[in-house]
C-alpha cells in the first residue's frame, strides 16, 4: 500500500495535511517532498490528519519529528488529529509527539488553535 497526502488550503498560519496509507522505510520520502515547502513558512501549525493512516514506522515518526524540530524555532506546532488506535499506541510506546499535541478529532484540534491564539490576542491586549 502506498501513502496518499492531501494538503489543504492554508489558513491563518495554520496548514492541514491529510496523511492515508502506510508512513513507513518506502513512503516517509513522499510525506517529507510535501512538507518541505510548508515548513520554510512561519505556520503556527502543521496539522497533520491521521484519520486515514494504517501503519507508521519509526521512519514516519521521523518525518513527524523532523516537521516539528523545522517548526519549532518560531513556536510552531505539529498537531497530529485523528489517530487510529494502532498509530495512537505507536505514538504512545515511543513518546515521539507530546500528548497535549494529539487530537481526537479536527474540531478538538481547532478549539485548541482558537484558545492559543485568544491567549496570544490577550496577551498583545495587556501590553498596550
Request: proline share 5%.
Amino acid at each position: 500500500m502506498s501513502l496518499d497526502i492531501e494538503l489543504h488550503a492554508p489558513g491563518r498560519g495554520s496548514q492541514r495535511v491529510v496523511v492515508r496509507g502506510r508512513l513507513d522505510t518506502h513512503t516517509y520520502e513522499d510525506l517529507d517532498e510535501a512538507l518541505a515547502p510548508l515548513l520554510t513558512r512561519q505556520l503556527h501549525s502543521l496539522v497533520l490528519d491521521l484519520s486515514g493512516l494504517d501503519y507508521i514506522s519509526s521512519a514516519g515518526i521521523r518525518s513527524i519529528f523532523k516537521a516539528r524540530k523545522a517548526l519549532s524555532p518560531h513556536g510552531g506546532k505539529v498537531l497530529l488529529v485523528n489517530p487510529q488506535p494502532q498509530i495512537q499506541k505507536v505514538l504512545d510506546m515511543v513518546k515521539a509527539v507530546p500528548l497535549n499535541e494529539i487530537f481526537s478529532s479536527t474540531a478538538e484540534a481547532d478549539a485548541y488553535l482558537d484558545l492559543m491564539q485568544r491567549k496570544v490576542l490577550d496577551a498583545a491586549e495587556d501590553d498596550d
